[in-house]
């Protein structure tokens, strides 16, 4: 009996030590961490390394923890899993880029 209890306790510790470290990465260091992507239309922000990655646009994918699925870019907010709403980096350039989908539930 405490064998089996033992055993459960160890379990539930380890699936909670694993649900802590769930966004693994090792921090960039030096010139590493300067390094920005090309082509990045919605701007460009940190990842939870320290390295610069693109932001997410109209409909794409974001969210997730410490948003390493992808983070919205200006103007725009992340719901269910999708950048909703008006790029305001496109809107500056004249391009009028929003996402039609605003309704506030998840499908």
Known sequence: MY???????????????????????????????????????YGISRDPCGRMKCMAGPGQRCGGRDSHLGKCGDGMTCKCGKCRGCSIDMLSMGIIECDANTAPVCY
């Open 3 to 41: 064998s089996l209890v033992f055993f459960l306790t160890a379990m539930a510790c380890l699936v909670l030590a694993s649900s802590l470290d769930f966004y693994q990465c090792q921090p960039c260091r030096g010139e590493e961490c300067n390094v920005e992507p090309e082509g990045c239309k």
